[in-house]
């Protein structure tokens, strides 16, 4: 069976907004009440198109995440009102329902999400700082700052630059001409992800060299080579060669809100995956550490991207994937072929198991439960080992939905489908089912970006995705604008059929 490797992941933040007159007047009455904005889909089209700067979380109630970042939220909020320009933080309840379309405008998959907008809506930026109030502060605060500072001395070099993430300088014998006015427009493209400066004077650099005189770009990281240098001023070029140099060899999974770019950047790259997941508290880490950088180094021609990620912090990736904390430390591949386990492995077993998934020498493992032994509620649960039989080959309509055991949309809407299926529970000809996608590989004839997921395959053999309302009236009613003929009756074979054939 083909799996499906859709990697949905993301993360977002906060609010700033204009010192006019006007913009002012409008949120007086509720900056006296909040220290955060509430906005929701009445007021939050004129309040960012009020302001040309604003910064939005959207957030879920139930979401721990959401709990933990709100008190900093609260206190960053507070600070930096007073901040000038002032700077507003707001937040959008994403799992309000009335609130879907902004949901689904700002690409929130995941809580919380923050966004920074500028320009009227015009301009939407990911946050990249901190969740701590302090952190916030400090980075909002360079967001409404110039994109750009200027270092004077060594002592003001170290300070900016250190071990924080990557960072760019430009050094320019004079700030004018092509050159200099095209890395600013870049550093105020990209200044949410990446923290840029400008000196005149290479020697006050971390790595500095006096012989330096045109104008050059220092890429300074912590990770990998730790700088490199760049003479090409396109804007284009500029980009990518922040882009591709200021992107690690190694993605790390962990706590570290630096990372989350390079996360989400990670999971959308279309290459296979192999991530290694250990305790960074094992005291074979840095062993661990070496091999897999050095595998990234050797199969960097193999369309691989690599990670590395903490246990302490990969419960999300391991609720997604159903993988087992027992089987750490655990080194999996993800690709087009399947996916592949090497569970409660060494670090000098790293590279020669890789060689071996590259030569394709490797057998696919397929994620499955068991198959229910008693599977006669009216809506069926569907696992990977059998979703051939109760989907494809039963002859029947069948509905499908995709749900994770986490996922509060799907706690929502299961009894929603509980009232479909029993509403249709006569009706022979049609299936209610679903299939937990954490814990079973999904068919590739699924694409799943998120929970939960509807799909109909009907009894002729076509398999619609569902993106309408989540009613039990529109879900029936589209089921029965779309099903097939009835099965006939010498090659049928009803859902009970292939249940009880699964059992023996």
């Known amino acids: 069976m083909a799996i499906n490797l859709v990697l949905p992941f993301a993360f977002t933040i906060a609010v700033l907004i204009s010192s006019s007159p006007a913009v002012a007047d409008v949120d007086a009455a509720i900056e006296l009440k909040e220290a955060v904005l509430t906005l929701d889909v009445g007021n939050f089209s004129e309040v960012v198109a ?54 689904d405008k700002y690409g929130v998959y995941s809580y919380p999400t923050i966004k920074i907008i500028k320009k009227g809506g015009s301009d939407v930026r990911g946050f990249g700082g901190p969740r701590d109030a302090d952190g916030i502060v400090e980075y909002l605060k360079k967001q409404v700052g110039p994109a750009s500072l200027e270092l004077r001395s060594a002592e003001e070099a170290v300070h900016s630059i250190g071990d924080k993430g990557v960072v760019l300088v430009g050094v320019f014998p004079e700030f004018a001409g092509t050159e200099y006015e095209n890395f600013m427009a870049v550093a105020e493209k990209m200044r949410a992800d990446y923290d840029f400066f400008h000196t005149s004077d290479a020697n006050i650099l971390p790595h500095g060299d006096q012989t330096v005189k045109d104008p050059i770009i220092r890429l300074f990281k ?13 804007k284009d070029a500029i980009e990518k060669f922040i882009e591709v140099s200021g992107f690690p060899m190694v993605v790390t999974y962990d706590a570290d809100p630096t990372n989350h770019k390079f996360l989400e950047r990670y999971f959308r790259t279309p290459s296979a995956k192999a991530m290694l997941f ?8 840095e062993s661990f550490k070496s091999h897999i950088h050095e595998a990234a180094r050797q199969f960097t021609a193999n369309n691989i991207s690599f990670l590395i990620g903490d246990i302490a912090d990969a419960d999300r990736v391991f609720q997604y994937f159903g993988l087992r904390e027992s089987d750490v430390p655990l080194l999996f591949v993800i690709a087009s072929t399947g996916k592949y386990l090497n569970p409660t492995m060494d670090p000098d077993q790293i590279i020669p198991w890789l060689k071996q998934y590259i030569y394709g020498n490797l057998t696919p493992y397929v994620k499955s439960e068991p198959i229910p032994k008693v599977n006669d509620q009216p809506v069926k649960v569907v696992v990977a080992d059998n979703i051939d039989n109760i989907v494809f080959n039963s002859g029947k309509n069948v509905l499908l939905e995709f749900y994770a055991p986490w996922c509060g949309h799907c706690r929502k809407f299961a009894p929603i489908l509980d009232e479909i299926a029993v509403s249709l529970q006569d009706d022979e000809d049609v299936v209610i089912a679903k299939m937990d996608g954490t814990v079973n590989d999904i068919p590739t004839n699924f694409v799943v970006d998120g929970y939960p997921t509807l799909y109909f395959y009907s009894s002729s053999g076509n398999l619609l995705s569902y993106d309408d309302a989540m009613t039990a009236e529109e879900i029936i009613s589209f089921i029965n604008e779309n099903r097939g003929p009835k099965a006939g009756a010498a090659n049928a074979r009803t859902q009970t059929d292939a249940v009880e054939e699964e059992e023996h």
Do not use: M, T
């Not at 604003?54 to 007073?82: D, T």
């Not at 901040?83 to 879907?100: G, T």
């Open 50 to 103: 009020q302001h040309p700067f604003i910064v939005v979380e959207f957030y879920a109630p139930w979401c721990g995440h959401c709990k933990q970042l709100a008190p900093e939220y609260k206190k960053a909020a507070s600070v930096l009102r007073k901040n000038d320009p002032p700077v507003v933080l707001a937040k959008v309840d994403a799992y309000d329902e009335r609130n879907k379309d902004l949901k």
């Open 278 to 285: 250990v305790s960074f508290s094992d005291d074979r880490i």
């Open 222 to 234: 912590p990770f990998d080579e730790l700088f490199v240098d760049s003479k090409d001023f396109g």
